[in-house]
């Protein structure tokens, strides 16, 4: 991919100004922005999905994620994984035996593409069948391009630091998402826990589905029963008591 020098120009600007708006360290931005991810960014700047990056939100153990405009002033998610600190191994667990993918290379750079491309399908999933998660933009190589989900001020909480006042009906509701994930969009989160799921205008959305996978996967079933375990551990702390092996065999019969 070439980017022309005027691109250059403007994405060398703004990761000046992010490093002093964060104060970031060097080492840390040239972590996330190597120079294929720049040029990556570029295209985006070009092809007019974004205008600039805006501030992290998160720094995870394989990604961080941004604030970013877009050309029309409108706030959304971008999530970059690094090639530097990404488990290719788990990815790879996580792509095999995905029927919608075809075989893949060994090289980092197709495995980090394709679990990118895998969560923006399974984003994509999730919006047909009607489930709360962000709205995927783009993907582009290790970039993920989605729905802010926030206001002006902050992202979204995630469920683990919120005080619920209603936790059985914020339980019921995220239980009710995976039935409807499993039977009407045929896809199972595979890492559903209070730390992936945001809090916002009172209603649950499901985040980090990249690891998601079709029914027709060979651990599926052991993936679906650790996302039910997981949600009613959680509310279980909270007072709300579901049994999780029950849920899992009537969602299975
Ligand atoms: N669309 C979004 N809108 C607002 N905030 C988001 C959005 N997506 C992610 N975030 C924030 O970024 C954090 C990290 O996102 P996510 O869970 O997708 O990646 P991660 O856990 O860092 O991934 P990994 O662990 O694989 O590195 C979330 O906990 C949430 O706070
Ligand atoms: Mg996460």
């Known amino acids: 991919m070439e980017i022309d020098k ?52 998160s720094t995870g153990k394989e990604a961080n994620v941004f604030r970013a405009v877009t050309p029309d002033d ?34 980092k750079r197709e495995i980090i593409n394709q679990w990118v491309k895998k969560e923006l399908k399974n984003l994509e999933r999730l919006q047909e069948i009607e489930v709360p998660a962000p709205k995927p933009i783009r993907a582009l190589q290790n970039i993920l391009v989605m729905e802010y989900i926030g206001d002006h001020n902050y992202p979204a909480p995630l469920l683990k630091d919120i005080e619920m006042k209603d936790p059985e009906r914020i339980c019921n509701e995220i239980i009710g998402y995976i039935k409807k994930m499993y039977i009407e969009g045929d896809i199972i989160h595979s890492d559903l826990s209070e730390y992936n799921i945001l809090f916002y205008k009172n209603r649950p959305y499901l985040i980090d589905l990249a690891q ?42």
């Not at 100004?17 to 985006?44: M, Y």
């Not at 999530?79 to 075989?103: E, L």
């Open 212 to 253: 998601g996978v079709v029914s027709e996967h060979p651990f599926a079933f052991d993936f679906l029963k650790r996302d039910i375990e997981n949600v009613v551990k959680f509310f279980r702390r909270h007072g709300v008591i579901y049994n999780a092996r029950e849920i899992f065999r009537e969602l299975i019969a």
């Open 6 to 57: 005027k691109t250059a120009r403007k994405i060398d600007r703004e990761l000046q100004s992010l490093r002093e708006r964060i104060g970031a360290d060097r080492k840390t931005l040239n972590e996330v922005f190597d120079k294929p991810t720049l040029l990556a960014f570029g295209k985006l700047i070009s092809d007019r999905i974004l205008k600039f990056i805006d501030f992290p939100i």
């Open 74 to 107: 409108r706030i959304v998610a971008v999530k970059v994984y690094r090639i530097a600190t990404s488990n290719f191994n788990r990815m790879i667990y996580y792509i095999r035996g995905d029927p919608r993918f075809a075989p893949i290379g060994r090289s």
